[in-house]
């Protein structure tokens, strides 16, 4: 899906347009953005390149780091949390240093940043997301036949397991207080193809219920699993095989009076490697 940039509603507008304008044409063009780390599973004292991607089906183009861009990007181990250094313009994004053994836990959130869709790009969208409840809701901008206004953000994890095996509950996935965020609730580290591993799915911490995640495998992403959050916000697949895995979900409100915009959206993901199929 082709986005085009265009944000002209006022003078507030404009000026907000033109300091975005540097956004990466790539990232305003297509659907997902996961984080990529150089390895899932690294030794003590290794560092670990995080590149930032945009495309589909685990393919995709890089993201370089942009300070205005970043609303947060922190890893946390156990109860320590850090900020994730990296060089402005750089690629990959963030390099960390694996001080302890562990689940390592990665999100980056992204500032707001506007977007123009046509009414056909926007209807697709809605429905390749699962949208149903905004499709519902009818679009004003799409019945007047103009382009809608949209603000996203991207709310993105990576799961890694520093220098070995998980010793116990605490080093399992936990929420890092992103606006809209996917957090595992078993370790996929120790979590075998075929077992379960549920999730849950909240927005400003609250469960979300209703809404589509999918599960894309890097190694066939063409096989996609997908199911609705329940009540809970909960959702469990059944990983077919072992390797670094994408589950994503996209969340969309009526942006706010000020915001200049028709909608704004989040759009959550996370990565990690499945365990081997000989993990009990």
């Not at 995709?60 to 900020?83: M, N, W, Y």
């Not at 750089?90 to 992204?110: C, H, K, M, N, W």
């Not at 901008?141 to 520093?162: D, H, N, P, S, V």
């Not at 370790?187 to 927005?203: E, H, I, K, M, R």
Request: proline share 7%; hydrophobic share 40%.
């Amino acid at each position: 899906m082709k986005r085009s940039f265009s944000f002209k509603r006022s003078r507030v507008a404009v000026m907000v347009g033109a300091a975005l304008a540097v956004a990466s044409v790539a990232e305003l063009g297509a659907h997902d953005f996961w984080i990529e780390p150089s390895v899932f599973r690294p030794k003590v004292g290794a560092l670990v390149g995080l590149r930032l991607l945009v495309g589909q089906n685990m393919l995709g183009d890089p993201v370089a780091r942009e300070p205005e861009a970043i609303k947060e990007f922190v890893s946390q181990l156990g109860t320590g949390r850090k900020p994730v250094p990296g060089r402005d313009g750089g690629d990959p994004a963030g390099i960390l240093r694996v001080d302890a053994a562990g689940l390592l836990v990665v999100g980056y959130q992204s500032v707001p940043r506007p977007v123009e869709l046509t009414p056909e790009k926007f209807d697709q969208y809605l429905g390749e997301e699962g949208l149903d409840e905004i499709r519902g809701l009818g679009d004003r901008a799409m019945k007047r036949g103009r382009a809608t206004l949209e603000l996203f953000a991207r709310c993105a994890k990576t799961l890694l397991l520093g220098g070995g095996a998980p010793l116990n509950a605490a080093d399992g996935d936990h929420a890092l207080g992103l606006t809209f965020e996917i957090v595992a609730e078993r370790n996929p580290y120790t979590t075998a193809p075929g077992q379960d591993l549920p999730f849950v799915l909240t927005y400003q911490g609250r469960p979300r219920a209703n809404a589509l995640v999918v599960a894309i495998s890097q190694k066939d992403p063409t096989k996609k699993l997908s199911a609705r959050t329940d009540r809970q916000g909960r959702v469990a697949f059944k990983l077919p095989i072992g390797g670094a895995w994408l589950v994503k979900a996209v969340h969309m409100i009526p942006a706010p009076p000020d915001a200049h915009a028709d909608w704004q959206s989040f759009w959550a993901s996370s990565t990690f490697e499945l365990g081997d199929a000989n993990v009990r």
